[in-house]
């Protein structure tokens, strides 16, 4: 299975899968790849957007590259990409990482690499639910955690319960998306 683990950058996708990574019980079971490690090392961008401090993605190198680690992946491995572009490319299941844009404001703010402008503008998309919605129009199978108050250790499990629950051919119902109205947040 192919999941998509993706969110506003600062809601714990790194995180999450750094724990799945080093942990011995889901690390045989789980290769992640970590996209925006991907496109930084393989210089798979176009350009650098010097006003974000960020990379401008090129999608076709990124999605041929990962479907080349997914063809050399062990059998029986479940794959998790990793990235808030993760949703663009194909997977058998979407997780958007949510949390409440005060508290992804603050996580941000903490971040040197951040300026005022994109701790804002983050925080604006979360509360506008852009990734969710860029999810729910790439696949009807989307799942939302929201990691706002919840420790690394439970969203590890949320998403694994998620994946779990899929490959059963179970629906996570208390996943489904659409539980979260951050939209008065908005700053213009």
Excluded at 32 to 38: E, S, V
Excluded at 101 to 112: S, T
Excluded at 145 to 168: G, H, Q
Aim: aromatic residues 6%; neutral net charge; hydrophobic residues 40%.
């Amino acid at each position: 299975m192919i999941i998509a683990l993706t969110g506003t950058p600062g809601t714990g996708k790194t995180t999450v899968c750094g724990f799945i990574a080093e942990h011995s019980q889901y690390r045989k079971q789980y290769l992640i790849i970590d996209l925006n490690k991907l496109v930084i090392d393989g210089k798979l961008y176009t350009e650098k957007d010097e006003a974000r401090n960020s990379y401008n993605a090129d999608m076709e190198k990124l999605e041929w590259r990962v479907k080349q680690i997914i063809s050399q992946a062990p059998g029986g491995m479940d794959i998790i990409m990793e990235g808030h572009l993760s949703h663009l490319l194909p997977a058998d299941a979407i997780i958007v990482l949510r949390t409440h844009p005060v508290a992804l404001r603050k996580r941000l703010g903490k971040r040197k690499e951040y300026s005022f402008e994109k701790v804002k503008e983050n925080a604006n998309a979360e509360a506008l639910d852009v990734i969710l919605v860029e999810s729910t129009e790439k696949s009807s199978s989307v799942f939302e955690i929201n990691t706002t108050d919840a420790t690394p250790l439970a969203v590890v499990k949320s998403v694994i319960f998620i994946i779990e629950s899929l490959k059963k051919g179970s629906i996570p119902k208390d996943f489904l998306p659409g539980k979260f109205d951050w939209i008065d947040l908005v700053e213009l």
